[in-house]
């Protein structure tokens, strides 16, 4: 996560083949958040995401998401954008380490690793240290590390 201080992040494999609605799931499930925001994802000068049920263009414009594989987005690209509740601004740069041969074992997403816990869902405007996030620990509960992403050594 971009602005967020310790740094939050997940490691995880995707298949390429799979389409940025699917991923965008799979972000928020390595992140422990339940969804239900707006959200977005920006290629280069090419925004993804879902179509407005009622025909109104955005600016950007957005293209549908559910259309487009995480590869044929990529192209020669080795990191995106990734943008979850507008309210919020959280902002994640997404980057390709390594493109690996297709294991027919892994069947699903993983995570891999990660490390902090994510700032709860509508805590409020970009957290930039952990103020307001700890005034907002006082009333909610914080989002821990989905059991997948801990390893040996990691400590929350």
Same mark, same amino acid.
Request: with cysteine; net charge positive.
């Given at each position: 996560m971009r602005?967020?201080?310790?740094?939050?992040?997940?490691?995880?494999?995707?298949?390429?083949?799979i389409r940025l609605g699917k991923l965008h799931v799979v972000l928020l499930l390595a992140m422990g958040w339940q969804g239900g925001h707006l959200h977005e994802f920006v290629f280069g000068d090419t925004n993804y995401g879902e179509p407005d049920d009622f025909g109104f263009q955005s600016d950007p414009p957005l293209l549908n998401e559910a259309r487009v594989t995480l590869t044929k987005a990529l192209g020669a690209?080795?990191?995106?954008?990734? /943008?979850?509740?507008? $309210?919020? @601004?959280?902002?994640?740069?997404?980057? %390709?380490?390594?493109?690996?041969?297709?294991?027919?074992?892994?069947?699903?997403? /993983?995570?891999?690793? $990660?490390? @902090?816990?994510?700032?709860?869902?509508? %805590?409020?405007?970009?957290?930039?240290?952990g103020v307001r996030w700890v005034g907002s620990m006082i009333r909610r509960q914080a989002v821990a590390e989905p059991v997948c992403c801990r390893s040996p050594g990691f400590h929350p």
């Open positions: 602005y967020i201080k310790p740094a939050v992040w997940r490691r995880i494999i995707v298949p390429g083949s690209l080795k990191s995106f954008t990734y /943008l979850y509740d507008y $309210g919020d @601004n959280w902002q994640h740069r997404i980057k %390709v380490e390594k493109t690996l041969v297709p294991d027919p074992d892994i069947r699903q997403p /993983l995570c891999l690793d $990660g490390q @902090n816990a994510c700032p709860p869902e509508d %805590v409020g405007a970009k957290v930039k240290s």
